[in-house]
Nanobody
Framework: QVQLVESGGGLVQAGGSLRLSCAAS????????VGWFRQAPGKGREVVAG????????YYAESVKGRFIISRDNARNTAYLQMNSLKPEDTAVYYC????????????????WGQGTQVTVSS
């Protein structure tokens, strides 16, 4: 059972940056894909970015392309989401998720989830 723990959220002004981390409890994490999702108040959970086990393929939602970078360090069982040029509309709880197989954009396709970390961007 893979356990995921996110960290790195916080309060930042518009235009600022944050780096989220997702630490996994098991090395099996290194053989699966990771997705970052977010959920704003009153809205559904939406995909932000995804990365395959070897980092060769990455996916980004249109709303974050050119601003966010997803990466992973399998030696550390950790994935990252570098968020730059943050906007107030990026405010949400951010979750990392893991699955075996390729990147998927639906949260229903991920079996392992972290508890989430709050990101708040002030204008």
């Amino acid at each position: 059972q893979v356990q995921l723990v996110e960290s790195g959220g916080g309060l930042v002004q518009a235009g600022g940056s944050l780096r989220l981390s997702c630490a996994a409890s098991e090395r099996t994490f290194s053989t699966g894909s990771v997705g970052w999702f977010r959920q704003a108040p009153g809205k559904g959970r939406e995909v932000v970015a995804g990365i395959t086990w070897n980092g060769v393929y990455t996916y980004y939602a249109e709303s974050v392309k050119g601003r966010f970078i997803i990466s992973r360090d399998n030696a550390r069982n950790t994935a990252y989401l570098q968020m730059n040029s943050l906007k107030p509309e990026d405010t949400a709880v951010y979750y990392c998720a893991a699955r075996q197989g390729g990147v998927r954009t639906s949260p229903d396709d991920y079996g392992y989830w972290g508890q989430g970390t709050q990101v708040t961007v002030s204008s």
